[in-house]
């Protein structure tokens, strides 16, 4: 009888505690999903607009007239990523101190060195009228949406804090902070002055980051300012704090087919963005309609517009360039300034006060010069000489949100091109198909003109002898139209041949991904959309064919080495998610990036045509290992058969995707609930790029977005985005797209049929 009634009690306080989990789940979800359905009076609007959703979650926005359209996409914008927007806005006008407190203080201070929300601001000026209505309304629906007391997403309850209105430049700066991570010269001049520092030679720095082989008398020759043991303090903690920020990992693919190279009679176009993997996903598909006006594709939740898609007569995609757009000048300060073209320039200081959650103000003084900011003061390493920074994006008379809102109206490649003179940065290679059948490619973008001597590889004098000297002419810039071979391949690789009359910069990514692009379109004479998605979704390693002929060489001590190396040389390359192969040779590879580390300071150094020099030439970083290089690879190949143990997991396992929520995942309590993994192949020179960190093999970066359009059938076209569309943790399409990516399946190009209807009309 006992027995019954403790077994009778234990089963009711299960039934409370379900119910009670219940209930909280279903008060959380109630009180942080927005409303999908029914109607929303909003002031604002002119008209009555639509937000459809499909089963997917897919946007379909319907308006009127254009302002109303984007004012309908803020509010759907919003609806699904007001998290990710309010964090986007507060990072780039160095606010997130306040509701993060002093964990994000260092964060705050650099961002306001900078001054990126300073440009942003200057930016909206510099649009054109009609431009700025387009943004104003769209600024007007985040803020109708907000001015409607909807259910917050549970950061903000978590954090205790509710949004504030927004401003035309909280929109403007994501796309500043965007031209930041896709402008890798600053951590690439830090890295050689920080190496110069070292006492190391330029000579030697040359071979430690080989350019390409027609750039290395150039980038040998090029000027630098000689700097101390404490610049080399300063240059490291710099990088160090970037490098936290904007880890500058991401690569990306377009290419696009004539009518004469593909099976559909029109032209093919395929795009994948590699990116940050974060949860939620950087991206969020949408459709957009208006009279005279339909774009669909990838948007980015705080900006107007389609980045990349396509509208009904065009399509496009881009990629990174990454020309060289930043510069660091070495000050020398004097009484009352810095010297400067002969003269004593006084520093123009701005007074920055950050607010922290918890603590009292913080006041920072940015000093400014001719240059830009003084961004050395972000840090404090004393002794250092003060860098100051030139960087295109800092420049007024930025119009690159016009471009983008141009190219999403655009016709033919007239109006393309035209659209593109508007760009100013992060330069891109942008590629083009028409219903026409014709192919085109151009980079824009304004891109410094320097002077002789002066590569941008090295930090050099601020005192006004390595100014620049203008910019590229528009019609100079790379670009090409319908080609004769029918195809065009970028993949970060370099895009212009030698001979080209300006400098655009001299750390191109490898150029094995465009190769092996390349390699699969040459492979048969006309290629279908089937053909291109196995092209994005190919993991072949063409940097195991570059070290192949090393592994062939080597004389491993161990017979279990020994049979690990007959495999990976039995093997094609392949780096699939179950492939055991792909973990070995990965793991071998990462062993010899580390060869040069008591030299450079650095555990890792991935820098694959030094590698490959030194295995087959000989190195001075193998002498001071008293071995040959070869010897010092056959002992990687030992190292990394220890590292992963007696059993060899596939890769995919080793090598997870991880989706990390940008202020969640620091926190061990709630990261389950933010964050997602799941299991991907690949390195970072395969198309389906798999980008790892080398101290644990976990995958932070890949393809954020892909895509592929059939001109000749627009609705048969194809994209996917990891994740979901959704930001709220709560809702089922925050993760519900991530296991379609990791299988490479994708979605229809469109809105499909809509599950939930929601009608915004204007409030009287």
């Known amino acids: 009888m006992l027995w019954r009634l403790v077994k009778g009690l234990v089963i009711a306080l299960l039934l409370i505690v379900l119910v009670a989990i219940g209930f909280g789940y279903y008060y959380v979800r109630t009180t942080t999903l927005p409303r999908t359905s029914g109607r929303l009076a909003l002031k604002g ?17 319907k308006a009127q007239s254009l302002p109303d359209l984007f004012f309908a996409q803020g509010v759907a914008h919003a609806q699904e990523r ?35 929300y300073r440009a942003a601001e200057d930016a909206y000026r510099a649009l054109s009228p009609a431009t700025r209505d387009l943004l104003d309304a769209y600024t007007a629906g985040v ?60 000579a030697r720095i040359n071979r430690l980051m080989p350019p390409y082989p027609e750039d290395a008398p150039t980038v040998l020759r090029s000027a630098a300012a000689r700097p101390g043991p404490a610049d080399e303090r300063l240059a490291g903690a710099l990088r160090a704090q970037d490098r936290a920020l904007f880890p500058r990992l991401g690569a990306s693919n377009n290419w696009v087919l004539a009518p004469k190279k593909t099976t559909t009679g029109g032209a093919l176009l395929a795009n994948d963005p590699h990116l940050r993997l974060t949860a939620p996903s950087i991206w969020i598909l949408m459709e957009l309609k208006a009279p005279g006006f339909h774009a669909v594709g990838a948007s980015f939740p705080g900006l107007p517009g389609i980045v990349i898609g396509r509208n009904d007569a065009i399509a496009w995609g881009v990629t990174n360039m990454g020309p060289d757009v930043q510069d660091l000048y070495v000050l020398k300060e004097v009484k009352g300034g810095y ?45 250092g000489r003060p860098l100051a920074l030139r960087w295109v994006s800092l420049d007024p008379g930025d119009t690159t949100l016009q471009a983008f809102l141009k190219i999403d109206a655009a016709r033919n490649w007239q ?27 151009y980079a824009p973008g304004r891109i410094p003109i320097r002077k002789p001597g002066h590569t941008g590889a090295y ?93 062939a060489k080597l004389k491993p001590r161990s017979q279990r080495a020994r049979t690990w190396q007959k495999r990976l040389l039995a093997w094609d390359g392949n780096e699939t998610a179950k492939s055991e192969e792909a973990a070995v040779f990965e793991a071998w590879y990462t062993e010899l990036t580390r060869l040069p580390q008591a030299e450079v300071g650095e555990r890792y150094w991935d820098r694959p045509r030094y590698l490959l020099a030194a295995m087959e030439e000989g190195d001075p970083a193998c002498q001071k290992r008293g071995m040959s290089c070869l010897a010092f690879a056959a002992q990687a190949l030992e190292a990394a058969l ?20 940008l202020v969640m995942s620091k926190d061990p309590r709630v990261r389950p609930i933010f964050e997602r993994r799941i299991a991907h192949g690949g390195d970072r020179h395969t198309v389906n790029v798999g980008i790892y960190r080398p101290e644990d093999f976990r995958m932070f970066w890949g393809p954020s ?26 809702s089922r399409h925050y993760a519900d797209l991530l296991p379609l990516w990791a299988r490479g399946t994708y979605l229809p190009m469109r809105a499909g049929e809509p599950r939930a209807r929601l009608v915004l009309e204007p409030a009287r």
């Open 339 to 383: 010297l400067y073209q002969g003269e004593v320039r006084p520093y123009r200081v701005r007074r920055e006060t950050i607010r922290v959650k918890g603590e009292k103000p913080v006041v920072l003084n940015v000093r400014e010069t001719v240059y830009g900011p003084v961004v050395s003061d972000a840090v404090e390493v004393p002794g």
């Open 45 to 61: 609007l002119s008209a009555t607009a639509e937000v459809l959703r499909d089963d997917r979650g897919i946007l379909l926005v």
């Open 143 to 202: 803020n109708a949406y907000l001015e409607s007391h909807p259910p917050l997403p549970l950061e903000f309850k978590l954090l205790g804090f509710k949004p504030a209105p927004w401003k035309p430049a909280d929109v403007l700066v994501w796309a500043k902070l965007m031209s930041w991570e896709l402008s890798k010269n600053y951590d690439q001049e830090l890295l050689r002055y920080r190496l110069l520092a070292r006492g190391l030679s330029k």
């Open 705 to 730: 977005y892909r895509q592929l359009v059939d001109l000749a059938h627009p609705d048969r076209s194809l994209f996917i985005h990891p994740m979901g569309q959704s930001g709220n943790v709560m």
């Open 642 to 661: 220890d590292r992963l143990g007696p059993e060899i997991r596939p890769w995919g396992q080793l090598h997870p995707a991880v989706f990390a929520h």
């Open 82 to 116: 007001l998290w990710q927007m309010e964090f986007q806005r507060r990072l780039g006008a160095g606010r997130l101190a306040e509701v993060l407190g002093p964990a994000a203080l260092s964060t705050d201070k650099f961002m306001r060195t900078l001054g990126v």
């Open 459 to 551: 930090p050099v004098p601020g005192d006004g002898s390595w100014d620049w000297q203008g910019w590229i002419p528009f019609e100079a810039l790379p670009h090409v139209y319908n080609p004769p071979q029918g195809y065009i391949v970028t993949a970060n690789n370099k895009v212009v041949p030698k001979g080209y009359p300006y400098l655009l910069e001299v750390d191109w990514n490898q150029p094995f991904r465009a190769m092996r692009i390349e390699e699969r379109i040459r492979a048969k004479p006309r290629l279908g959309l089937e053909d291109l998605k196995a092209i994005q979704l190919d993991q072949v390693s063409l940097l195991y064919r570059l070290f192949r002929p090393v592994l």
């Open 415 to 441: 109006e393309f091109t035209e659209a593109l003179k508007d760009y100013v940065a992060p330069s891109q290679n942008f590629v083009f198909a028409d219903r026409k059948g014709n192919i085109g490619y």
